[in-house]
């Protein structure tokens, strides 16, 4: 047989002749567009959203009732089976699963992104990053629409969460999650797209990390050897980063400083495995 026959598909696809500098410029290209058509990406989250609920009453704001049907049941159950002051506890728990719902979500639906948008990603010339922000934005704004939730508490519980200058910091936080956000979610939807396995696989992962992730039980409740062990968990430390200001208490130096670590590796394994295989996307579809 003739060996030209076992030469992998990869090399023989266009993007395998770019040179690696050219490559990498290409990449930088993608992001810098991606950005610039904000108002895209924008939009086309505003109306993914306004798709999915079209026709009904309260519209996409069935997902902040669901949100809180369930964070407020969970609340009364759970505080009395952990014998747990309602007071402290609900306001952790709702804040808490607010940031695990977005986390949660982003994860799951990004893996899925190229593969969701293929016909677009065929038909239309945009940058493979503008798909990326448009999951994020639309979660985000998902997100806003639940911190309705989180008014109740606020006014039940008064005595134990105030809103103060620590609730300000939920904007500078959010916008670090946004970062990772888009730096892991382009890793996982380059993966995904290249693997169709990867997706169940993320669900299971899921589905697990919630229970050893403290969104319904408080870290103080673990022996005091396991309570820094909490901090190799990078779920929580996002958790975290979202909740505290929720609930008006500060974030400690340790979780921004995993956070901001966290950042800096995801940013640099997203630019490297998007100047590398940004070109075969579009054959992996």
């Not at 630019?271 to 070109?279: Q, S």
Request: glycine share 4%; charged share 15%; net charge positive.
């Amino acid at each position: 047989m003739d060996s030209s026959l076992n030469i992998d598909q990869n090399t023989l696809s266009p993007a395998a002749t770019i040179p690696k500098r050219d490559r990498k410029t290409l990449a930088y290209q993608d992001f810098a567009q991606g950005l610039s058509q904000w108002r895209i990406w924008l939009l086309l989250a505003y109306q993914d959203i306004k798709l999915r609920y079209r026709r009904s009453i309260l519209g996409p704001f069935w997902i902040t009732l669901s949100m809180a049907i369930t964070v407020y049941s969970m609340g009364f159950l759970y505080a009395h089976l952990f014998k747990i002051d309602m007071r402290q506890y609900y306001p952790f728990l709702v804040a808490g699963m607010l940031a695990w719902s977005l986390i949660s979500t982003v994860i799951i639906e990004l893996t899925d992104t190229f593969i969701v948008y293929d016909g677009l990603i065929k038909q239309i010339k945009l940058p493979y990053s503008l798909y990326i922000h448009r999951v994020a934005a639309r979660n985000i704004i998902i997100f806003f629409h639940n911190l309705l939730v989180m008014i109740p508490v606020l006014v039940i519980f008064h005595d134990s969460i105030k809103v103060n200058f620590y609730t300000l910091l939920l904007i500078p936080n959010l916008l670090l999650i946004y970062i990772n956000i888009f730096t892991f979610g382009m890793i996982l939807a380059i993966i995904g797209a290249r693997y169709r396995d990867i997706s169940q696989i993320i669900k299971s992962l899921i589905q697990v990390a919630f229970f050893v992730t403290p969104v319904m039980w408080n870290p103080i409740v673990l022996p005091l050897q396991y309570q820094k062990m909490i901090h190799l968990n990078p779920f929580y430390i996002f958790v975290e980063l979202l909740r505290a200001p929720l609930i008006g208490a500060p974030n400690s130096l340790s979780i921004i400083a995993i956070a901001l670590f966290i950042t800096v590796i995801g940013t640099s394994i997203c630019a490297l495995m998007f100047a590398r295989y940004r070109g075969r996307i579009i054959y992996w579809l």
